[in-house]
């Protein structure tokens, strides 16, 4: 007997049509979904997800780690918990704040289901329908399902080399208040952005802080890349700028432990805290207990450092051999950011590019990445790609890197014998356009594809 | 009725892997709901061996795109001896290249859009750019550039001006080394399925005004609204339904097709191109047009089943 077979009806979408809520129609089909399908193969080098490299964690830590939650509290794991999370937990989150010099009192603190969790909360609590967020351009494409569902309108501001442009945010709010649109909240990765790659300078992140403060505006600093340094002068959180005024911080496990854990935080002015403290008892009632105390065990001496400066040098590493490899392999005309440190360089190909047709092409020669649409509500990014480093060996990323720039290579010369020669190649966007908002589901990629590098 | 072992084949490495698992899991339902032995198998390299361990009686292909649909999982289940849903490969490998499919058509005097055909290597090695010029003097703007081969909207781009049609093509040599310039036709699209070659009723697709020019748009589920039966005079639909017939008869998939067409505003039908392996999602047109015709899902597939050929009886 089938064991699915009991669930197939569930399929028979047709059924249930009737009951779906109105929102659920923004899930649509689109070319880039069919294709992100088809990254998640083996053969397949995937430069696509957002994965840290977990092979690295000792398992032997782990086992260490898991007994003493087991031998100390194995009965408050197993138990249900505080929707704010245990203060234990949240006093660890206080000390990993510390690190990057941020001051947070445990009851400003929520710990959630991951850093994607405090994305929706913060949207449950601010957004209606029609309401607006300002958001980087490009933006977090996993951010942009959580927008697209609470029915917010996005409005992109561009970035540079030192992060979003401050002066285009204070334009686009004068242009909203005009219309008679307040923004609920400006949404930003100031720090190793995802997807750019880049990082708000310290003048615009002052410049920031005092814009939202004089407007009234919430910021949500989505921050889960900030230890990851690799080079350069860390710069102070806005969170740390404001005070807890204006800043609604979001932090995470993820990137500096585990994702699976699925542990993540947010600290938030005191009214808007007890809003998302609503919002979670409403969607997961309270954090794992199981993995608070896993991670509070954890961090209990200074040894989670030691881990975070491995996986700097690893990533480093892996950063430097992929800018390397760009530069070997680009064509002229191709640009990307070079990243101080997280996880991604964004890159630029020349305008006569697509970014979404090009991964067609790269998908048959089994290497694959995140084309740019998936990172802008508004048709923009068309010729750029989202290039991860982190979840890759050094020879994958080499080797990805090659397949890329040679049919980046290809497809140029292509257009130059199209075209009769060569051409001006600087990019030309296109104007935003407000009804193409590409909802990409990024599919994750097996266990068993994170690898060790050979070191 | 008695069970039977089936091996149902879905997914793949095609780009319309989505759609196929989605074809796959609606016909592995209703097999089951007709009392087989199903075995559902997203095709891998483990292809052979998965068969082999189901042992079927019969191959139900529910792939779409490269390697389920241009006759190469055909040939391999020839190999192996196995009877299959579906056309044979000739048909399949025939109907999947559109150029191919749209010469044999026009030599046949079975009206399709005119087109030029151009492959990679001739832009690269014989200087097919000097003939660029050529599309307007012949087709006329707009056009459409499409991949060769390949199924739904993946690579079809429209050029309005002789500037568009270098990134147009660059755009679908992303999916295939082959691609067609079609002159557009401006028109009503409609979709002629054809089971065990009797043509179904005809359908229509109905894409939101706004997106008329926007053809991702045109092919996203939720975007386009489909009527069938279409809103037709009796004579246009009879004539779409006869033109299918010999389409299917040309290429060799009488026993399940659909057929694209264009009705336009001089009430002209053009055959766009013909499908061997029809989507099965519960948006897709052959199921409606089933539905349409008196035969709901679980006939179709019944239908579909009965028409498999065993390979050995040949």
Same mark, same amino acid.
């Given at each position: ?455 | ?51 082999? +361990? $189901?042992? /079927? !009686?019969? @191959?139900?292909? #529910? %792939? ?5 649909? *241009?006759?190469? =999982? ?84 429209? +050029? $309005?001006? /002789? !500037?568009? @049609?270098?990134? #147009? %093509? ?5 999916? *295939?080394?082959? =691609? ?84 336009? +505003?001089?009430?002209?039908?053009? @055959?766009?191109? #013909? ?40």
């Amino acid at each position: 007997m089938d064991a699915r077979r009991p669930n197939s009806a569930a399929r028979e979408i047709e059924r249930y049509a009737a009951l779906f809520a109105s929102r659920t129609r923004v899930m649509t089909s689109s070319v880039m979904r069919d294709l992100m399908a088809i990254t998640e193969r083996p053969e397949v080098i995937s430069l696509a997800g957002g994965l840290p490299d977990t092979s690295t964690f000792p398992p032997e830590t782990m086992a260490a780690v898991m007994a003493r939650v087991a031998s100390g509290s194995s009965a408050r794991a197993l138990q249900y918990g505080p929707t704010n999370g245990l203060l234990q937990t949240r006093e660890t989150v206080v000390r990993v704040m510390a690190a990057s010099g941020a001051i947070a009192d445990p009851d400003d603190i929520l710990i959630t289901t991951g850093g994607q969790q405090v994305i929706d909360l913060v949207c449950k609590a601010l957004i209606d329908p029609g309401d607006v967020i300002v958001a980087e351009g490009p933006t977090y494409p996993g951010a942009v399902p959580a927008f697209t569902a609470y029915e917010a309108d996005v409005v992109q501001v561009s970035m540079d080399d030192e992060g979003m442009r401050v002066d285009e945010l204070e334009e686009t709010l004068d242009r909203l208040e005009r219309e008679g649109r307040r923004p609920k909240f400006i949404y930003t990765i100031p720090t190793f952005q995802n997807p750019g790659g880049v990082t708000l300078s310290l003048p615009r992140r002052k410049r920031l802080v005092e814009v939202a403060r004089e407007r009234e505006i919430l910021v949500l600093e989505d921050d889960p890349y900030g230890l990851l340094r690799f080079e350069g002068e860390p710069l102070p959180t806005l969170f740390e700028l404001d005070g807890g005024h204006f800043v609604i911080y979001a932090g995470t496990f993820s990137k500096i432990l585990s994702p699976g854990v699925r542990l993540g935080w947010a600290v938030a002015p005191r009214p808007v805290l007890e809003k998302l403290n609503l919002g979670a008892q409403e969607s997961t009632l309270c954090p794992s207990s199981f993995t608070q105390l896993f991670v509070c065990a954890y961090f209990e001496g200074d040894g989670w450092r030691a881990y975070v400066d491995e996986l700097i040098g690893l990533y480093r590493r892996r950063r430097d051999v992929m800018l390397e490899a760009l530069e070997r392999y680009m064509p002229e005309g191709a640009s990307w950011t070079r990243p101080q440190g997280g996880l991604f360089v964004w890159a630029t190909m020349p305008d006569f590019l697509d970014t979404t047709d090009l991964l067609a092409l790269a998908l048959s020669h089994n290497v694959a990445f995140v084309p740019g649409r998936g990172a802008y509500l508004d048709g923009r990014g068309g010729a750029s790609m989202r290039l991860n480093f982190s979840g890759s060996t050094e020879d994958e990323i080499r080797e990805g890197i090659a397949r890329i720039g040679a049919l980046v290579r290809e497809q140029v010369d292509l257009y130059q014998a199209l075209t009769g020669g060569p051409r001006d190649t600087r990019r030309r966007e296109p104007e935003p356009r407000t009804d193409l908002a590409d909802v990409l589901a990024m599919p994750r990629r097996r266990d068993d594809a994170a690898r060790r590098d050979a070191r | 009725m008695t069970g039977r072992r089936i091996a149902v084949l879905k997914g793949g490495r095609s780009f319309e892997r989505q759609v196929s698992l989605v074809s796959g899991g609606r016909v592995e339902d209703a097999l089951a709901r007709a009392g087989h032995d199903v075995t559902g198998i997203d095709v891998g390299a483990d292809l052979v061996d998965r068969l082999r +361990a $189901a042992d /079927p !009686e019969v @191959v139900f292909v #529910a %792939l779409h795109g490269r390697d389920g649909e *241009d006759g190469t =999982v055909q040939e391999l289940l020839e190999a192996l001896g196995l009877a299959y849903t579906g056309p044979r490969p000739a048909a399949c490998a025939l109907s999947s290249d559109k150029v191919l499919a749209k010469h044999l058509m026009q030599d046949a005097g079975i009206p399709t859009p005119d087109f030029l055909a151009f492959g990679e290597s001739t832009f690269k090695d014989l200087g097919a750019s000097g003939a660029l010029p050529q599309i307007g003097d012949r087709l006329h703007f707009p056009v459409v550039v499409k991949p060769a081969r390949g199924g739904s909207a993946l690579g079809v781009r429209f +050029a $309005a001006t /002789p !500037e568009e @049609v270098p990134g #147009a %093509l660059i755009a679908a040599l992303s999916y *295939d080394d082959r =691609v067609l310039v079609e002159r557009f036709v401006r028109g009503r699209e409609l979709a002629v399925s054809i089971l065990g070659g009797e043509a179904l009723p005809v359908v229509e697709a109905i894409p939101s005004a706004e997106d008329f020019y926007d053809f991702e748009a045109r092919y996203t589920i939720g975007r386009t609204r489909f009527v069938c039966p279409a809103g037709l005079d009796h004579g246009v639909a009879a004539e779409a339904q006869r033109l299918a017939l010999r389409v299917v008869d040309l290429l060799g998939l009488q026993s399940c097709a659909r057929v694209d067409l264009l009705l336009d +505003a001089d009430g002209a039908l053009w @055959v766009l191109e #013909a499908n061997a392996i029809p989507g099965m999602t519960e948006t897709s047109l052959l199921p409606q047009a089933a539905d349409a015709a008196g035969l709901d899902f679980d006939d179709l597939i019944t239908r579909m089943l009965a028409d498999a050929r065993d390979p050995r009886s040949r």
